[in-house]
């Protein structure tokens, strides 16, 4: 079990898992909203990324956010800040009741497979229980170890000056054997042990393993974007790449007498590199609204975002013919 203390170190990376029960009705002023702020999140130091999980079976119009900073102090700064602040004013008749939040410092299970769903448990500990609360997780783990579809669990200390619950986090295959072990008279009795240690505990089920911001998932499939989307998108990119590489790079290399096939080695590696730290960031960014699939749900989104790439790729053609011509 990976235990992160109060003073975990200032590098290590920190995520909130934020949950809202929606208002019946409200849901696109609700997701135009939450769009807003994901563009203010993203102008804050160490902001990594975010993920928005809508409501599963019986989670009772509960949408479920997780923001991924690099350290505590950043995503610290990000929940005092102002503009969250007005954010969170202005939504308040959008949702039932207030949104709970829980800080995780760190992260660190062994890597599973992408199909799973993560139970976040955030837990009132009594004060000077904490070494009772603790081994009695111990019990809790080994419990649901017995059962099938386990896949790891994590637990998280208080945050000093963030938050001041304890958090526990564990997975399953699917959703079927996290509502078994949810409903089973094993944690049941477990639970009614653990009432001498913490006064009240809240739940949230989120359909992901949170994309691999803990090492035990990589993501959520309906996350990817369609294969010909993926294509039109890196040839987008990668043709002015190699063609670029090529009047620049290959002409020096040409000119030094490299042999061909170190050549094209060279401008392999250079052209893969630009994509992955450079070029690509760029184009799933400026994309999103077309490459993500929570965006992009009509015919005319995915129409419009085809022409666009395919209007990137005439340009491209026409200022290298104008200018290589």
Not at 29 to 49: K, M, P
Not at 169 to 185: K, Q, Y
Not at 246 to 273: A, C, E, K, R, W
Not at 295 to 314: D, E, F, N, Q, S
Request: glycine share 10%.
């Amino acid at each position: 079990m990976g235990v992160h203390a109060i003073g975990a170190p200032a590098g290590a990376g920190a995520t909130v898992v934020t949950s809202q029960k929606v208002r019946e009705g409200l849901e696109d002023d609700y997701q135009h909203w939450q769009e807003r702020t994901n563009r203010a999140v993203r102008a804050f130091d160490g902001f990594e990324g975010t993920e928005m999980y809508p409501p599963g079976v019986g989670d009772e119009r509960a949408w479920v956010v997780v923001f991924r900073f690099s350290r505590i102090d950043r995503l610290a700064t990000w929940l005092e800040s102002s503009e969250r602040r007005e954010l969170l004013a202005e939504a308040r008749p959008l949702f039932d009741e207030t949104p709970t939040q829980e800080v995780l410092v760190g992260g660190a299970p062994p890597p599973g497979e992408k199909e799973a769903v993560t139970a976040v448990v955030s837990h009132h500990v009594r004060p000077g229980r904490e070494g009772d609360f603790a081994r009695w997780q111990d019990k809790v783990i080994k419990a649901q170890g017995r059962f099938p579809g386990f896949m790891g669990t994590e637990s998280f200390k208080p945050v000093e000056g963030v938050q001041d619950n304890w958090v526990v986090v564990f997975r399953f295959d699917t959703r079927e054997h996290l509502d078994a072990w949810l409903a089973s008279d094993t944690r049941a009795t477990l639970l009614e042990e653990g009432q001498h240690y913490f006064s009240g505990y809240d739940v949230h089920k989120v359909a992901s393993a949170f994309s691999g911001w803990f090492r035990f998932g990589e993501g959520v499939d309906d996350a990817v974007p369609p294969n010909w989307k993926q294509a039109m998108s890196v040839v987008l990119a990668l043709y002015p790449t190699v063609m670029v590489l090529n009047l620049t790079v290959g002409h020096q290399m040409d000119g030094l007498g490299v042999p061909g096939y170190v050549g094209l080695f060279i401008g392999n590696v250079l052209s893969v590199s630009i994509l992955t730290w450079f070029l690509m960031p760029l184009v799933n960014r400026a994309l999103a609204f077309w490459l993500v699939p929570r965006r992009a749900r009509t015919a005319r989104v995915h129409v419009t975002g085809a022409v666009l790439v395919m209007l990137g790729w005439a340009l491209c053609i026409l200022v290298f013919g104008l200018t290589t011509g």
